[in-house]
């Protein structure tokens, strides 16, 4: 490799939260790194669309990795909602409900939009000691030795000891190193969108397992005084068509009779978007020189809404054993990227089951299949120690 190519520590691909985070952190542990993607575009708010529409509830251990970069206090708090309480309605009407107070907890969750996470990281990441940016996209990487070359559209070209793919689910990093994915489609596409309410929700979440699919109303802060939730509809294929091509009004109304007017009437804050629903499983978390993380590691059913925490999981991870590499081992070592996949391994494969196997579960139309699930979940509620370790989990 010429030596005429500046060498780095780590090269990020990939500019999302999960992205932002892992160049973020390296950078922050006296690494030289070069983040790769585009500077994410500001969302304008305005009264008619107050909130961004791509929500998340972030977990205590997300929120703690953040923290630990130093961004989380820099989050607008009138932006985000703690999540205090979750109810689980069966398609028989049996319950499951969790809440903090029971567990010893401050909160379940806390709910943020993916706007204001991009906003946070990417200004830290402007400032960040040792991290550049680089806008041009990615074209190709191979490996030379204990070093990968990365070749971006610009003509530039990187030598780095560890390449980190943040680069969604069609990862392009993925494919040029050669690591084949597994992709199935569910069948059903998630329709978003966010509402004022006419009662107030009480920190509360709330998910539907139904005919239609699964349907999930997350808590938001107050907007101009009143209550506003965030939607996030699995439906069929078909559904989903239907449900897109209802005016915002309308939407509102079906989404209020779906849920029982649990919360009263609903009206629009801003268009409903849709994205096609999949799990995708790669056949290795890392190559030579290359970390997988987020959706190019993983993609799993967003009914328990842990897409992102997983990714973040990724990251924190990646860092640990980064810092605690040998003195004599480099970032892309193979024995530390050993080590990032198998600390990775079960947590990912637990909840990809676990996702996967309730949609499959609550997918089957049968009678007896709905008396056992919704027998199952009643038990479940019943049973103190059980509801405690299930929430201990969904903590990270």
Not at 54 to 65: G, H, K, M, N, Q
Request: net charge neutral; with cysteine; proline share 5%.
């Amino acid at each position: 490799m010429s030596t005429a190519i500046e060498t780095k520590d780590v090269v990020v691909v990939g500019a999302g939260v999960v992205g932002l985070a892992a160049a973020l952190g390296c950078a922050h542990a006296g690494l030289q790194v070069t983040l790769v993607g585009p500077a994410p575009q500001v969302f304008v708010r305005s009264a008619a669309v107050p909130f961004d529409e791509r929500i998340y509830a972030l977990a205590p251990a997300s929120v703690e990795l953040l923290t630990r970069l130093r961004v989380w206090p820099q989050v607008d708090t009138t932006r985000t909602q703690a999540v205090a309480r979750m109810r689980v309605f069966g398609d028989a009407g049996d319950e499951l409900a969790f809440d903090a107070y029971g567990a010893a907890v401050e909160r379940l969750a806390t709910i943020g939009e993916e706007a204001e996470l991009l906003r946070v990281l990417s200004t830290a990441c402007d400032f960040a000691a040792g991290l550049e940016r680089e806008i041009a996209p990615f074209v190709s990487m191979h490996t030379d030795g204990d070093l990968a070359r990365v070749e971006l559209g610009n003509g530039r070209a990187l030598a780095a000891r560890l390449v980190v793919a943040a680069d969604g689910a069609r990862s392009a990093v993925r494919a040029s190193a050669g690591i084949s994915a597994e992709e199935q489609a569910y069948g059903q596409t998630a329709v978003v969108a966010n509402f004022r309410a006419q009662r107030a929700h009480d920190a509360t979440a709330f998910q539907w397992f139904c005919d239609e699919g699964v349907v999930a109303l997350l808590p938001l802060p107050d907007h101009g005084g009143e209550p506003a939730v965030s939607l996030v509809w699995s439906a069929p294929g078909e559904l989903a068509t239907s449900l897109l091509a209802l005016d915002a009004d309308a939407l509102a109304r079906r989404v209020a009779a779906r849920s029982a007017t649990v919360l009263g009437d609903l009206a629009p804050l801003g268009a409903a978007r849709a994205f096609p629903l999949r799990q995708l499983k790669v056949a290795h978390l890392v190559g030579p020189g290359l970390a997988l993380v987020g959706d190019a590691a993983h993609v799993v059913h967003p009914l328990a809404g842990q897409g992102l925490n997983l990714g973040l999981g990724d990251v924190s991870e990646l860092l640990a054993v980064t810092a605690g590499r040998e003195a004599f081992r480099e970032t892309g070592d193979p024995v530390i990227l050993r080590r990032y996949a198998r600390r990775r391994a079960e947590p990912i494969e637990l909840m990809r089951a676990t996702t996967d196997g309730l949609a499959r579960l609550f997918g089957i139309d049968d009678p007896l299949a709905r008396r056992l699930r919704n027998r199952g979940m009643a038990l479940v509620n019943q049973i103190g120690p059980l509801k405690r370790a299930l929430i201990r989990h969904a903590l990270g």
